[in-house]
């Protein structure tokens, strides 16, 4: 198989800087292309790229923004491999990456697959916290890669894998997002092909986000859940349900706490020590066990406001997902 790493990049080029410093530490000893697409970027990343020109096999293309999914596109359409490997921009790599995903591919080729994320000594405590609330069994179930139960495993394009003949069957990424990855995983499924999850196959996701810029992303996703499962409805779980249930739970038990009745508070009170307990000794750090909790709450409360102001538009008043939430979606041109 020849590999092509298609990376879509907008206003970052520090953090290309970073993912391709790690791809020079890389122990593939095989050849492979990167094709990074520059989406309309006002600051854009070329110096940074040419920087390692003559230490990787680097294509470079600068396109009118049109989102992500549609920019992850553009970047297969351009490449030269048979299987293409996405990630996000944020990412760093570590070197064993691409010796993990021939491994597993030529043990148990699959069409498509997705890896899990991790965090690096050197990220900050936010950091770390954001990442424990985005793939702790606890928060998320080990959804974002956590867990090899999952029967039908829907990558994340921040770590993923599809081969040509499976993008060329199904037109790719469509222009929701967030909502792009599970959207072009049920498509894949239902062409045929089939998802796994690969354990070793991890980034170091450095997500640069702030407490506010984590919660507006939360409530996307949140806001994405109901319209995915208006278009896929056989795939809708009650699960999908929790967030917005934790939230409601939670303001009822503090309205039931002023009437004294406190077993309900006593619960969530419960299940944030855990939290704190877990995160702690995951990361050996009280400080990020506490802050831990902070991006639990976030998640949960944004996720859960946003699914419900989705259900309630989508699924109860019937409205167009575009005119619904015009935010979700990309305008892109044929």
């Known amino acids: 198989m020849y590999f092509s790493i298609v990376i879509p990049v907008y206003n970052r080029p520090d953090e290309i800087k970073e993912l391709l410093e790690s791809l020079v530490l890389s122990n593939y000893n095989k050849p492979y292309e990167i094709v990074i697409v520059e989406d309309g970027s006002s600051i854009p990343c070329g110096e940074a790229i040419d920087a390692y020109r003559d230490k990787l096999n680097i294509s470079y293309y600068f396109k009118e923004n049109s989102g992500p999914g549609d920019s992850r596109n553009f970047g297969m359409k351009m490449a030269k491999g048979d299987y293409y490997i996405i990630f996000d921009s944020d990412c760093i790599i570590p070197k064993q990456y691409l010796t993990e995903v021939e491994k597993e591919l030529t043990l148990n080729y699959v069409d498509c697959f997705g890896g899990s994320d991790a965090a690096l000594d050197s990220f900050s405590n936010i950091q770390k916290a954001i990442n424990f609330a985005m793939t702790s069994f606890l928060t998320t179930g080990g959804i974002r890669g956590g867990s090899e139960k999952l029967t039908k495993f829907q990558p994340r394009s921040f770590n993923m894998g599809i081969a040509k003949k499976a993008f060329e069957a199904s037109d790719g990424f469509g222009n929701i997002h967030p909502g792009e990855d599970p959207d072009l995983s049920i498509r894949l499924w239902k062409l045929g092909f089939e998802t796994k999850l690969f354990p070793k196959a991890f980034v170091y996701h450095k997500r640069r986000i702030d407490w506010d810029k984590f919660s507006v992303q939360v409530n996307k996703f949140g806001k994405a859940r109901p319209i995915l499962d208006s278009w896929y409805p056989e795939y809708s779980k009650l699960t999908f349900f929790f967030p917005t249930l934790f939230v409601i739970g939670f303001l009822i038990s503090v309205f039931l706490f002023l009437f004294g009745l406190t077993f309900p508070i006593l619960c969530y009170a419960l299940y944030y020590i855990l939290i704190f307990v877990f995160a702690t000794l995951q990361t050996k ?33 019937k409205q167009k997902p575009e005119v619904a939430f015009p935010e979700l979606f990309f305008k892109v041109k044929s």
């Open 285 to 317: 750090d009280p400080e990020i066990g506490f802050l831990s909790v902070i991006a639990v709450t976030k998640q949960f409360f944004g996720y859960g406001r946003g699914f419900l102001e989705s259900y309630i538009k989508i699924k109860l008043q």
